[in-house]
């Protein structure tokens, strides 16, 4: 089996304007798709570093002395960098959510399709679980993520079922949780609300947007003059924090203007969003929702 089909490969990669002596960085290595590119179009002297906390992801580690993974969480990206002695990098590739290979491993936990243990943790040593979010978090935690990651209306319901029904015994696999959410799966609707709940919980499990937010704050200072970005989102609470982040350079409010009244931001976006051709989506489903950006500092 495949680790993970990468999405938009080319363009991602064209996205980077890749510089033969370059310094680049892929904070999502997964099966090494992206990674692997970048190296096809890099000269002898240039330099890959790549990010990856899932411990499966280890075993796709490529045989290159240009190429470094380092088994971390992005968020801690450049203090990584600096321990490899690296202060500024020419371009930074991201594809962010979850890998083909974890959505298909059953015992991770991260797929509607299979019965498995609530766990969906992308590093396993974490001590937040799945299973911690739904048997012990309190209501009113619940409803916030159901609400703030799954933009699920029902979400108040949801959690008032979810702490009741745990009293008798706890909701230890996915199935149990199907089971106790059962009333809120219409028919015809049903994939669609299960897969907003497990991205709901999938996310406070690994903190995924705290994550990103400390991630993209460090990009400005992380890339060198003209340095470019490369960014692939799959829901829209990604999409909206890269895409705001490149705008205004915040999360949140508007950024300060110079004397000339013109707005202070490090980044500048290039192109138009790229979304995925029909072939693409044909031959790879998971890309139906991809949405990549580019910026470059300037």
Request: glycine share 6%.
């Given at each position: 089996?495949?680790?993970?089909?990468?999405?938009?490969?080319?363009?991602?990669?064209?996205?980077?304007?890749?510089?033969?002596?370059?310094?680049?960085?892929?904070?999502?290595?997964?099966?090494?798709?992206?990674?692997?590119?970048?190296?096809?179009?890099?000269?002898?002297?240039?330099?890959?570093?790549?990010?990856?906390?899932d411990p499966d992801a280890l075993e796709n580690t490529i045989d290159d002395e240009?190429?470094?993974?380092?088994?971390?969480?992005?968020?801690?990206?450049?203090?990584?960098?600096?321990?490899?002695?690296?202060?500024?990098?020419?371009?930074?590739?991201?594809?962010?959510?979850?890998?083909?290979?974890?959505?298909?491993?059953?015992?991770?936990?991260?797929?509607?399709?299979?019965?498995?243990?609530?766990?969906?943790?992308?590093?396993?040593?974490?001590?937040?679980?799945?299973?911690?979010?739904?048997?012990?978090?309190?209501?009113?935690?619940?409803?916030?993520?159901?609400?703030?990651?799954?933009?699920?209306?029902?979400?108040?319901?949801?959690?008032?079922?979810?702490?009741?029904?745990?009293?008798?015994?706890?909701?230890?696999?996915?199935?149990?949780?199907?089971?106790?959410?059962?009333?809120?799966?219409?028919?015809?609707?049903?994939?669609?609300?299960?897969?907003?709940?497990?991205?709901?919980?999938?996310?406070?499990?690994?903190?995924?947007?705290?994550?990103?937010?400390?991630?993209?704050?460090?990009?400005?200072?992380?890339?060198?003059?003209?340095?470019?970005?490369?960014?692939?989102?799959?829901?829209?609470?990604?999409?909206?924090?890269?895409?705001?982040?490149?705008?205004?350079?915040?999360?949140?409010?508007?950024?300060?203007?110079?004397?000339?009244?013109?707005?202070?931001?490090?980044?500048?976006?290039?192109?138009?969003?790229?979304?995925?051709?029909?072939?693409?989506?044909?031959?790879?489903?998971?890309?139906?929702?991809?949405?990549?950006?580019?910026?470059?500092?300037?």
């Amino acid at each position: 089996m495949e680790y993970h089909n990468p999405v938009l490969l080319k363009e991602t990669v064209d996205g980077l304007d890749i510089k033969e002596d370059g310094i680049y960085v892929d904070v999502t290595f997964g099966g090494g798709g992206h990674s692997k590119e970048i190296l096809r179009r890099l000269g002898p002297n240039g330099k890959l570093y790549a990010f990856d906390q899932d411990p499966d992801a280890l075993e796709n580690t490529i045989d290159d002395e240009r190429f470094t993974l380092i088994h971390e969480n992005f968020r801690h990206m450049k203090r990584f960098l600096r321990f490899y002695g690296v202060k500024q990098v020419d371009g930074i590739l991201a594809d962010f959510g979850v890998s083909s290979h974890q959505f298909d491993v059953a015992e991770r936990g991260f797929s509607t399709r299979f019965e498995a243990d609530l766990d969906m943790r992308m590093n396993q040593k974490s001590d937040l679980s799945a299973f911690h979010v739904v048997n012990e978090y309190d209501e009113e935690q619940l409803k916030q993520v159901l609400l703030q990651y799954g933009e699920l209306r029902q979400a108040p319901a949801m959690a008032k079922v979810i702490v009741e029904e745990r009293e008798s015994e706890p909701i230890k696999t996915s199935e149990q949780l199907k089971s106790v959410l059962k009333r809120f799966l219409q028919h015809k609707k049903e994939n669609k609300v299960l897969a907003q709940i497990y991205q709901a919980i999938r996310i406070e499990v690994n903190q995924e947007i705290e994550a990103l937010k400390e991630f993209l704050l460090q990009t400005p200072e992380v890339l060198k003059q003209d340095g470019r970005l490369s960014f692939i989102s799959y829901h829209s609470l990604e999409d909206r924090l890269v895409k705001r982040f490149i705008r205004n350079g915040l999360f949140e409010g508007e950024p300060e203007r110079d004397m000339f009244g013109n707005y202070e931001v490090p980044l500048k976006k290039v192109g138009g969003l790229i979304v995925p051709t029909r072939e693409e989506i044909k031959m790879n489903n998971r890309a139906r929702s991809a949405k990549l950006r580019i910026a470059k500092k300037f």
